[in-house]
């Protein structure tokens, strides 16, 4: 090992309050407390890690028990100074409360803070990792953090504030560290790499703060690791993405663009070329996850924000921007959400490859699945009890095959046929195209209003619906969950509404509310809660028809009828049959007559 060797994380680490990146709002309140010598017994630092807690406890440490201190400059000179740079426990002692979580731990601790301190003013522990400590430990601590040593100071530094008993958060200054922007990390990465001599271009640096999450230690680490390229020739993307794995842009939008384009040979054949390049399956699904989520985010977000979101420059936006134009964002979500459920099984499976092409294949169908989800709402809608189109198919078949048999009919209806034949003839065919009853045409107003929305996944979001009212004046639709009321009143669902509402009543003025159902909704019958379909097509009440006797105790489909001699008296004696046994005719079934456009037989 090279003893002159130091990594850049700790070669870099701030020494002062100006040194540290990205957290002005800690550095302005420290400051003003150190000049206004305001100094709190415990201070409590939370934050992701990298962010600089443990370095900002150490830089307060030195500003406090400095030579020249209290100060916002320590002189880094002094044997305090010194000592809270090597690591030296003399006055500043830090303590991993992840080793030392137990309440003994914590008991030895205190035992030694009535002890003086050597070189400086104050006897500093900083405890990381304090979300670690043991509820005893905890309790331990709490009393003397109540009541500390005039010349005690506690400096606790947590990634997990809400496991610290909130006894132990009232009695600290809370300080939260943020994220730090990645514009910050990329300003302090080219510093480095300025000072270091490390070759390297904007657009690899910007890739290594996008990979640390706001961190700065793990970029500097990154930055540190990639320097040994960097010598002889200049790091690039390509470089970092190799690096971390990664795909690069232009591989991730030509799988993309063969997924959307249902091209599944092709995207084969690119993704065997990707994983025989030597990347794991977890990360090839993992990249294009993120890749989608940007497609996502370019597609709703305003132009201006969409380099910052992204990380893309403004020809790679560009390129994204097109691959939208032509999809619906919930197209995108059905990707994404396809992408997260394969990459759950493959974190299961000891055979990742195969569940790998499983996943290509299904994302490349999406054409076929926006087709299948027409289709879906189609076979919903006769289900919804569409009228059926085998009722005149089932009277034909009847008239051929069916035997006679003896009905008795009063002399006086026969010669009132006989004389008016036209007229009664006339008066089936009004009584058949009667209007329906209101709860009838109330369906039928809500199958036609999903007809005309203009969007397969939004037809389908509306069967989870309970329309309430539907008029020219407004539509109410309830839904049950909160989470579906919020999506439909999203403004591109919202308009499709209003637009099947404005063409269902010929107007443009209609009103859409959409709200979760409220005591007093009285809720309109959908259709599969009609009539049966064969209803309308029922003859007039006989005229003092004769009671007929049935013989036939056996369920038959239509029993016998005679052979009539004019439309009327089929429609009088064998419709009603046909519209009774519709009843008991499944609502499957008839969907598949009439998605097949077929006939009973």
């Known amino acids: 090992m090279n003893d002159s060797y130091l990594p850049l994380y700790r070669k870099y680490r701030p020494q002062c309050l100006e040194e540290i990146v990205g957290q002005e709002h800690i550095k ?113 601590l709490l009393k003397t953090l109540e009541e500390p040593p005039e010349n005690v100071i506690f400096i606790l530094a947590t990634t997990e504030v809400h496991k610290v008993l909130d006894t132990i958060k009232s009695r ?16 302090h990465l080219r510093y480095i790499s300025d000072k270091e001599g490390i070759k390297i271009n904007d657009e690899a640096l910007f890739a290594i703060a996008k990979n640390s999450a706001g961190g700065m230690r793990d970029s500097i680490a990154l930055l540190d690791q990639l320097s040994l390229l960097g010598v002889q020739t200049e790091v690039t993307l390509d470089d970092v993405n190799n690096m971390l794995g990664r795909l690069s842009f232009d591989l991730l939008k030509q799988i993309s663009d063969y997924i959307i384009s249902s091209n599944t040979q092709a995207a084969l ?72 459920h394969y990459i759950r099984e493959l974190k299961q ?12 294949i299904d994302l490349a169908n999406l054409a076929e699945n926006t ?78 209003f999903i007809k005309n929305v203009n969007s397969p996944s939004t037809q389908a979001l509306l069967r989870l619906a309970s329309p309430v009212k539907i008029t020219p004046e407004e539509v109410i639709i309830t ?17 499709l509404l209003k637009n099947a509402a404005d063409k269902l009543f010929n107007q443009t003025t209609s009103k859409i509310i959409i709200r979760l159902p409220q005591a007093g909704d009285e809720q309109i019958p959908k259709p599969e809660a009609a009539q049966p379909a064969a209803a309308p097509l029922q003859a007039a009440p006989k005229k003092s028809a004769a009671p007929v006797e049935n013989t036939n105790s056996e369920n038959t489909f ?31 079934t008839r969907m598949i007559v009439d998605l097949f456009d077929g006939k009973y037989m």
């Open 479 to 495: 839904f049950k969950q909160e989470i579906f009321v919020k999506q439909t009143n999203e403004d591109a669902k919202k308009q």
């Open 371 to 448: 087709e299948l989800i027409s289709l879906q709402n189609r076979i919903k809608t006769l289900e919804n009890g569409e009228p059926a189109r085998y009722t005149a198919p089932i009277v034909n078949k009847i008239q051929e095959t069916a035997p006679p048999k003896q009905v008795s009919v009063p002399s006086s209806t026969l010669a009132q046929e006989k004389e008016e034949p036209h007229k009664q003839v006339h008066t089936d065919l009004q009584q058949t195209d009667a209007p329906k009853q209101p709860e009838q045409a109330s369906g039928s107003l809500w199958a036609d």
């Open 558 to 588: 239509l029993e016998p009828v005679p052979p009539k001699s004019t439309a009327e008296d089929l429609t009088e004696e064998v419709l009603p049959k046909a519209a009774e046994t519709n009843t008991y005719t499944s609502e499957q």
């Open 172 to 187: 600290c200054q809370r300080f939260d560290f943020r994220r730090i922007t990645t514009e910050d990390i990329v300003k």
């Open 269 to 340: 054949e690119l993704l065997e070329k990707i994983y025989n390049s030597g990347n794991e399956p977890t990360l090839i699904l993992s990249n294009l996850c993120e890749y989608l989520k940007n497609m996502l985010v370019v597609k709703n977000s305003r132009k201006e924000l969409q380099e910052a979101l992204t990380g893309y420059n403004c020809a790679q936006v560009e390129d994204v921007s097109n691959q939208t134009k032509n999809l619906e964002t919930q197209q995108i979500v059905f990707l994404l959400e396809r992408t997260a």
């Open 349 to 360: 499976t000891s055979n990742q490859y195969l569940w790998l092409e499983v996943a290509i």
């Open 28 to 140: 302005k309140t420290l400051k003003s407390a150190i000049e206004l010598n305001k100094i709190s017994h415990a201070y409590l630092f939370t934050g992701p890690r990298g962010t600089g807690k443990t370095s900002t406890a150490r830089i307060l440490a030195k500003s406090l028990n400095c030579i020249n201190g209290p100060t916002i400059t320590p002189c880094n000179e002094c044997p305090s100074c010194k000592d809270v740079t090597n690591t030296v426990p003399i006055d500043v002692i830090e303590i991993d409360a992840a080793s030392n979580r137990k309440v003994e731990d914590t008991q030895n601790i205190l035992e030694k803070i009535q002890y003086t301190p050597v070189h400086g003013r104050y006897k500093i522990y900083i405890i990381d990792e304090v979300h670690m400590l043991t509820n005893h430990a905890f309790n331990a």
